[in-house]
C-alpha cells in the first residue's frame, strides 16, 4: 500500500481556512450579520492546498493501474481509482473513495452553488442559505467546521447536538433553501459546510465517512 503522489493534508486544511467568497458584514453591539457565497469545496481546497490542478479529495474517478492509496484528507482509496480533476469531461462517472459507483457525473456535482445570511442575535447563529445546482433528491447536511480545533471535534451540526435539525433535501430541481440555527456566535475560526451523504442516511454529530458517504459540496469562511 502506498500513499499517492498527490499532497497529504491535514483535514482542517482540506475542509476549511481563509475566505476568499464575497462577503459584507454589519453589526451593533447586540447583533451582526454576514453575507457570503458559497464556493465548492474542491476549489476551496485546492487553492488552500497550494494545488496546480484543482481537485476533489472526496470524488474519485476510475484510473486504470492507480494502487489503493491514501490520498488527500489521509482518504484511503482502492485501486484502479483516484481522486476526480475539476477539469476532467462533464460526463466522468463519479465513485466512493470503496470504489461505490454514486450514480452522478462529474458535471452534475460541479453546478451546485449558493449563498447564506448569518445573523447572530442574543448568542445564537442563524444560518439562511440560498442553494441551487444540488443533486436532484440528494440528502444534505449543513456543518459548522471549527478550524482550530482537532480531527475528533473539528464538526459540529449546525443544529442541535445530536444532528437530527441540520439535515435537508435537495427538490426535484436541485434547490434548497435550509435555515439552521446553533448556539453560539461564529468567528473567524469556522467555516460553514454542505455535506452530501451518497447513502442517502443523516450520520448524526458525524457527517460520516469522508469520501465514503460523506462529500463535502460547498463551503465558505467566516471573515
Not at 454576514?34 to 490542478?53: G, V
Not at 475528533?152 to 439552521?180: D, E, H, L
Request: with cysteine; net charge positive; glycine share 10%.
Amino acid at each position: 500500500m502506498r500513499v499517492s503522489t498527490v499532497a497529504v493534508l491535514p483535514l482542517a486544511v482540506a475542509a476549511c481556512g481563509g475566505g476568499r467568497s464575497s462577503a459584507a458584514t454589519s453589526a451593533t453591539a447586540s447583533s451582526r450579520t454576514i453575507h457570503r457565497a458559497y464556493e465548492l469545496h474542491m476549489d476551496f481546497f485546492s487553492a488552500e492546498s497550494k494545488l496546480s490542478t484543482v481537485i476533489d479529495p472526496q470524488m474519485f474517478v476510475r484510473t486504470p493501474g492507480a494502487p489503493a492509496a491514501v490520498g488527500p484528507q489521509m482518504i484511503m482509496h482502492a485501486a484502479g481509482f483516484a481522486p476526480a480533476h475539476k477539469a476532467g469531461a462533464p460526463s466522468t462517472p463519479l465513485f466512493a473513495a470503496n470504489g461505490t459507483a454514486l450514480h452522478i457525473t462529474l458535471g452534475e456535482w460541479e453546478k451546485a452553488n449558493g449563498t447564506v445570511i448569518l445573523r447572530c442575535v442574543s448568542g445564537r447563529e442563524q444560518a439562511t442559505s440560498q442553494l441551487s445546482g444540488l443533486l436532484p433528491g440528494g440528502h444534505y447536511s449543513t456543518f459548522v467546521v471549527h478550524l482550530k480545533a482537532p480531527s475528533a471535534k473539528r464538526f459540529t451540526p449546525f443544529g442541535n447536538a445530536t444532528g437530527t435539525t441540520n439535515n435537508f433535501t435537495a427538490s426535484p430541481q436541485g434547490t434548497a433553501s435550509p435555515v439552521n440555527t446553533v448556539a453560539g456566535c461564529l468567528n473567524s475560526s469556522n467555516a460553514v459546510l454542505i455535506v452530501w451523504h451518497s447513502d442517502g442516511r443523516s450520520h448524526g454529530a458525524s457527517p460520516g465517512a469522508i469520501g465514503v458517504t460523506q462529500h463535502n459540496s460547498l463551503i465558505t469562511a467566516i471573515p
